[in-house]
């Protein structure tokens, strides 16, 4: 009967923890360098259903190194990294990870949504911090074509479903 009771108790305090997270907002915004986001494991130490879909219901913050189109689904080759202020120039500093990239998927309807550097400067009457929708297409050709040096050092907030694809894909802005 105290196992039952342990085991009832301790998902209680992982909700209640968990819950609080998200209330608080941790886990860092694109919106401007006032939020930071710690490292997050490319791997999942969890049970074998949760280990098939490592990222379901999360938010990741991301460097990717290609992106492609497989199957009608686009796919990102994607390692988790760290979002830090650099308070010297009021910009985002992005410390890549270094563990192994792994392979996401798009849901079909995710959101794409670009700024500087990876959608370049020329959109007028725009800044280059602000978020532009792209399609997934647009965001593989624009992704491809960017200086090996600039998309390593570019950084992604993503969103996935229950299911583990992506819903969200927010660029870093950096000037």
Known sequence: MHASRRRATLRLLTFAALGALALTGCGGTTEGP????SPVPATATTTAPAAE??????KRFVTTDRAWTEGGLTKLSVRSAEKKVNTRFDTWEIVPGTGEFVTVTLAKDARVLLTVPIRG???PGTSGGEPLPASQAEFITLLTQLDPRTREGAGFDLSFDG???V???QSLYKP
């Open 34 to 37: 006032s939020a930071t986001s």
């Open 53 to 58: 879909k490592p990222f379901a219901g999360t």
């Open 121 to 123: 400067d020329d959109t």
């Open 163 to 165: 299911e583990g694809r």
């Open 167 to 169: 819903t969200k894909v």
